[in-house]
């Protein structure tokens, strides 16, 4: 089966930036980062299709960075400006590259998901 790993997840200072990082078993289509903060709703945040195209939520956009390495099947997003409303669990997923052509997918269209990793941003 698809296997997702995140990592890259930790506590920092409002302002401070993570790298999440997610290794797939396989190369892929459209990776999708989703978060999910308690009591809310799991939001999609940046998605790149197999040859680089992106999409990022407005309220990540400007501050993230969403990259792929097709050769060693991991995905990337870098996060700075962090903010304390960045507070929840990232996930990574999988979707077919046709449903990340105009937007970032929704949850419905995720294939496969990772367990997710932690980020905390204090004030």
């Known amino acids: 089966q698809v296997h997702l790993v995140e990592s890259g997840g930790g506590s920092v200072q409002a302002g401070g930036s993570l790298r999440l990082s997610c290794a797939a078993s396989?190369?892929?289509?459209?990776i999708v980062w989703f978060r999910q903060a308690p009591g809310k709703e799991r939001e999609g945040i940046a998605s790149?299709?197999?040859?680089?195209?992106?999409q990022y939520a407005d309220s990540v956009k400007g501050r993230s960075t969403i990259s792929r390495d097709n050769a060693k099947n991991t995905a990337n997003l870098q996060m700075n400006s962090l903010k304390p409303e960045d507070t929840a669990m990232y996930y990574c997923?999988?979707?077919?590259?046709?449903?990340?052509?105009?937007?970032?997918?929704?949850?419905?269209?995720?294939?496969?998901w990772g367990q997710g990793t932690q980020v905390t941003v204090a004030s």
């Open positions: 997923g999988a979707a077919l590259d046709r449903y990340c052509i105009k937007s970032i997918p929704p949850s419905g269209n995720v294939d496969y």
């Open positions: 396989e190369r892929l289509d459209c």
């Open positions: 790149i299709r197999t040859w680089g195209t992106t």
